[in-house]
Nanobody
Framework: QVQLVESGGGLVQAGGSLRLSCAAS????????TGWFRQAPGKEREFVAA????????YYADSVKGRFTISRDNAKNTAYLQMNNLKPEDTAVYYC?????????????????WGQGTQVTISS
């Protein structure tokens, strides 16, 4: 199995940027499709972005397309979420997640491993 630890959250003004990191340990990180989800207060956890094991293919929620970029460095066992042009509605706890399949997944229950989350707050 794999353990995931997120970092990089914080408080920024609307229009600003943040880069989240997800450090993996345990089994070989390149064996896992990696994703990011977020959960705002009172709302369900929602898909943000995902990347295949080798980093070739990515997929984004419509709400973040063109603003967020997911990437990974398997040599460093780390995945990233670069977030630009942030909006107040991006405020949420952001979770890194992974599953051992081969395809992009967008549903919570398709993922096997989760980090503890990192808070992102965007002020207007």
């Amino acid at each position: 199995q794999v353990q995931l630890v997120e970092s990089g959250g914080g408080l920024v003004q609307a229009g600003g940027s943040l880069r989240l990191s997800c450090a993996a340990s345990g089994r070989t990180f390149s064996s896992y499709v990696t994703g990011w989800f977020r959960q705002a207060p009172g709302k369900e956890r929602e898909f943000v972005a995902a990347i295949t094991r080798g980093g070739v293919n990515t997929y984004y929620a419509d709400s973040v397309k063109g603003r967020f970029t997911i990437s990974r460095d398997n040599a460093k066992n780390t995945a990233y979420l670069q977030m630009n042009n942030l909006k107040p509605e991006d405020t949420a706890v952001y979770y890194c997640t992974a599953h051992g399949g081969v395809r992009i997944a967008t549903m919570v229950d398709e993922y096997d491993y989760w980090g503890q989350g990192t808070q992102v707050t965007i002020s207007s």
